[in-house]
């Protein structure tokens, strides 16, 4: 799924517009896209779990909205009436954990069963560390078993809440935002530019916390090849699949920053559009960093079958070498972060706001 913007970005730079109208027009926007994607996407929620939904466009189109409201809700949060922007976040960030569930777990499904696939592959020029091997058949099917029913259950937990009250409410929300949004006393009366130094603080925050990261530790390319192909380079040992609870906290504690990261640049990212001035390579660093989460809970989700009572070693051995690569992955997003970032960074320590708006 594709994080790009369903709206034109709303140029903040003429001095004719008013802070407030700049907001407006963006949320305003943003809730049509909700209000047109919602009944679409509710729609396809009543198909059964796995299946193709109805209309997958939609279901993008709403979280994309949700995301965007959201984050300008958070990052130019002195501009609105601040409990109502406080219940909107709090409801938008519940929706979207809501609806982003069932199609993350389908996700997962995909990347670990096509890794495991990858990696038992008997080709003959050049065949998987895992080809032949007794327990890959059995770690398959414990796999697409326990994500199947852990979809299974996010899909029964969305027809529920479907059909809650505080879904209608939310939608009633929404309407009005896209007739009028509550903004904060004196908000209409400024200058767009107003919005500027905001926006350059959200774009601190994301330079200050990828300044934190280790990204030293992630300047080797990545060479996971050599995991799934035994002719080019050897595999790691079975010591690579750390299987135990202690470590899978000390890997969620090494996650985390870049997980910070993830978060902050969305929110520069989002407002940026606010300020019709986008970045093209933040767009692409989200990308890399949605692989990295991705990764990153699919390497949790492989040793957490791992651990699951009575199976046999073998099956945890294999489910040990698929965790091992999906880290492998974590580690080729970071390499790819690290290359692009110290590119973009300069860049964005300097960034002043739009360009002028063009006439015509």
Request: with cysteine; aromatic share 4%; hydrophobic share 45%.
């Given at each position: 799924?594709?994080?790009?913007?369903?709206?034109?970005?709303?140029?903040?730079?003429?001095?004719?517009?008013?802070?407030?109208?700049?907001?407006?027009?963006?949320?305003?926007?943003?809730?049509?896209?909700?209000?047109?994607?919602?009944?679409?996407?509710?729609?396809?929620?009543?198909?059964?779990?796995?299946?193709?939904?109805?209309?997958?466009?939609?279901?993008?189109?709403?979280?994309?909205a949700v995301r965007r409201?959201?984050?300008?809700?958070?990052?130019?949060?002195?501009?609105?009436?601040?409990?109502?922007?406080?219940?909107?976040?709090?409801?938008?960030?519940?929706?979207?954990?809501?609806?982003?569930?069932?199609?993350?777990?389908?996700?997962?499904?995909?990347?670990?069963?096509?890794?495991?696939?990858?990696?038992?592959?008997?080709?003959?020029?050049?065949?998987?560390?895992?080809?032949?091997?007794?327990?890959?058949?059995?770690?398959?099917?414990?796999?697409?078993?326990?994500?199947?029913?852990?979809?299974?259950?996010?899909?029964?937990t969305v027809l529920q809440?479907?059909?809650?009250?505080?879904?209608?409410?939310?939608?009633?929300?929404?309407?009005?935002?896209?007739?009028?949004?509550?903004?904060?006393?004196?908000?209409?009366?400024?200058?767009?530019?107003?919005?500027?130094?905001?926006?350059?603080?959200?774009?601190?925050?994301?330079?200050?916390?990828?300044?934190?990261?280790?990204?030293?530790?992630?300047?080797?390319?990545?060479?996971?090849?050599?995991?799934?192909?035994?002719?080019?380079?050897?595999?790691?040992?079975?010591?690579?699949?750390?299987?135990?609870?202690?470590?899978?906290?000390?890997?969620?504690?090494?996650?985390?920053?870049?997980?910070?990261?993830?978060?902050?640049?969305?929110?520069?990212?989002?407002?940026?559009?606010?300020?019709?001035?986008?970045?093209?390579?933040?767009?692409?660093?989200?990308?890399?960093?949605?692989?990295?989460?991705?990764?990153?809970?699919?390497?949790?989700?492989?040793?957490?079958?791992?651990?699951?009572?009575?199976?046999?070693?073998?099956?945890?051995?294999?489910?040990?070498?698929?965790?091992?690569?999906?880290?492998?992955?974590?580690?080729?997003?970071?390499?790819?972060?690290?290359?692009?970032?110290?590119?973009?960074?300069?860049?964005?320590?300097?960034?002043?706001?739009?360009?002028?708006?063009?006439?015509?």
């Amino acid at each position: 799924m594709t994080d790009a913007p369903t709206t034109a970005p709303v140029a903040p730079a003429a001095s004719s517009t008013s802070a407030g109208e700049v907001l407006a027009g963006y949320l305003t926007a943003q809730a049509g896209v909700f209000l047109r994607a919602l009944p679409q996407a509710v729609g396809e929620a009543g198909s059964r779990p796995g299946a193709l939904p109805a209309s997958a466009a939609a279901a993008d189109d709403l979280l994309r909205a949700v995301r965007r409201v959201g984050g300008a809700l958070h990052t130019f949060a002195a501009a609105f009436e601040p409990a109502w922007a406080r219940e909107s976040r709090a409801e938008l960030r519940w929706l979207l954990n809501l609806l982003a569930s069932e199609p993350a777990y389908q996700r997962r499904s995909a990347r670990l069963l096509a890794a495991l696939d990858s990696l038992a592959d008997p080709g003959p020029d050049a065949p998987g560390m895992l080809a032949g091997h007794a327990g890959a058949p059995k770690a398959r099917a414990l796999l697409d078993r326990q994500l199947t029913l852990a979809r299974t259950r996010a899909h029964t937990t969305v027809l529920q809440e479907l059909r809650s009250a505080r879904l209608h409410a939310l939608a009633d929300r929404m309407t009005l935002l896209a007739g009028e949004v509550p903004l904060a006393e004196g908000c209409a009366g400024e200058s767009a530019e107003a919005l500027l130094p905001q926006a350059a603080a959200a774009l601190g925050a994301l330079a200050e916390a990828a300044e934190l990261l280790p990204l030293q530790r992630s300047a080797v390319p990545y060479g996971g090849e050599g995991l799934h192909r035994l002719g080019s380079g050897g595999a790691p040992g079975a010591g690579a699949a750390r299987t135990g609870a202690d470590s899978e906290a000390v890997l969620a504690a090494d996650d985390e920053p870049w997980l910070r990261v993830r978060i902050l640049l969305k929110r520069a990212r989002y407002a940026l559009e606010v300020c019709g001035s986008p970045v093209a390579g933040l767009d692409e660093l989200d990308r890399v960093l949605g692989r990295h989460r991705e990764a990153s809970d699919a390497a949790v989700t492989a040793a957490t079958a791992a651990r699951t009572p009575r199976i046999t070693p073998a099956t945890a051995y294999v489910l040990g070498v698929v965790h091992a690569d999906q880290r492998l992955e974590v580690e080729a997003a970071r390499y790819a972060f690290g290359l692009q970032w110290p590119v973009l960074a300069p860049g964005l320590g300097h960034w002043e706001g739009p360009p002028a708006p063009r006439k015509g």
